[in-house]
């Protein structure tokens, strides 16, 4: 229930923004001070800009080979999770298959267990298994997009569904009378009207797949690394460089907000798609 008294709800959303935006703000303090300040005046207003951090960071190629992998690995993954979930439930809401409503609840099973659970399988899986003369998944960038597939293609079918079903089939009906195919059906009727439930879906995969740690660094070594994995680089045995680390987190941040600033319209349209009917 929403508070009665307008103040209240002001104080309110005035404690919730500063519970969420103050921890980005002492990561940026934390990303623009020297090493020293940052145990002898631990001061949360920040008084001086000490850029070298970021200076170091933007000239550190390897980091940027990271930046690339996690942009082609997350994108990559958003891209086929969407489509994938896309068709599937277009098949699960216009099709009469038998057990499908089994079928939909055996998908998100994937996502019950722990991702640690994982990690021995399908590392024997990349290193020993899939393995084609000099190919192999292990430390590669396709390995981790299908490999990010297996939990993130659950959450965007069961994302997706409430979209497709909110979608009259009598629309589909109605382009088949008219003499269009199936997929013709789906590319002129189906995917305009559920574009902001896919915009949702591609954006909530995209986050997942480049926030991930466990298995990317676990599953890559050199040639694939993310940029999250590339944090534990500056944790090492003579100390930890939180001024470096913070300023990669700040980057971290930045392609998530780019995008979502895009398809904003689209995420508020498809979060509240199908929630009044007729």
Known sequence: MRPSNPWLNVLLWIILSFATL????????????????????PDVILRSFYWKNYIDV???????RYMMNSLIISTGNAVLCTVLAFMACYALSRF?????????????????????VFLLPFFLLYTKVF????FKLYDTR???????CTFNLPFAIWTLRPTIDGIPKELDEAATVDGCS????IREVVWPLARPGVAVTFILIWVFAWNEFLLAATLTSF????????????????????????????????????????VQRSIVAGLTFGAVKE
């Open 22 to 41: 103050f921890p980005i703000y002492w990561l940026f303090v934390i990303s623009v001070k020297p090493a020293v300040d940052l145990f002898t005046t």
């Open 58 to 64: 933007l000239h550190d190629e390897t980091l940027r």
């Open 96 to 116: 009469d298959l038998a057990g499908k409503e089994n079928i939909f609840f055996w998908t998100i099973t994937n996502r019950m267990a722990p991702a640690a």
């Open 131 to 134: 393995v084609i003369g000099d």
């Open 142 to 148: 396709i390995g981790l997009i299908l490999l990010y």
């Open 182 to 185: 199936t997929w013709q059906t």
């Open 223 to 262: 040639n694939a690394r993310t940029l999250t994995t590339g944090l534990s680089e500056y944790v090492t045995t003579t100390g930890t460089q939180w001024g470096k680390m913070a300023a990669i987190s700040i980057f971290t941040l930045i392609p998530a907000l780019i995008i979502f600033s895009m």
